[in-house]
Nanobody
Framework: QVQLVESGGGLAQPGGSLRLSCAAS????????MSWARQAPGKGLEWVSG????????YYADSVKGRFTVSRDNAKGTVYLQMNSLKPEDTALYYC??????????????WGKGTLVTVSS
């Protein structure tokens, strides 16, 4: 069955960096686009970033553009989110999700359980 397991969350200071990883299994990873989304305390789910199956295109929410970088290693079945210049408002539970096809225009059909990122001094 499809499994998505996030890791790499933790406590970071404002201006600091973290790198999230999402290990995927149970499907042909290289055939599907992947995304990251987050949910801050008391707020709704926010899509953060997406990457095509072949890494040809990447997309970002305006709130993270220029600070976050999404990448993937199809050989390892892993998608990453490098987060730099972190702000307190980046504090959230971060999820990775699988799309139904090679690009992010299709819905997300599987989600991980999330990894918590806290940005605080």
């Amino acid at each position: 069955q499809v499994q998505l397991v996030e890791s790499g969350g933790g406590l970071a200071q404002p201006g600091g960096s973290l790198r999230l990883s999402c290990a995927a299994s149970g499907f042909t990873f290289s055939s599907y686009a992947m995304s990251w989304a987050r949910q801050a305390p008391g707020k709704g789910l926010e899509w953060v970033s997406g990457i095509y199956s072949d890494s040809r295109f990447t997309y970002y929410a305006d709130s993270v553009k220029g600070r976050f970088t999404v990448s993937r290693d199809n050989a390892k079945g892993t998608v990453y989110l490098q987060m730099n210049s972190l702000k307190p408002e980046d504090t959230a539970l971060y999820y990775c999700a699988k799309h139904r096809a090679t690009n992010i225009n299709y819905d997300m059909d599987y989600w991980g359980k999330g990894t918590l990122v806290t940005v605080s001094s």
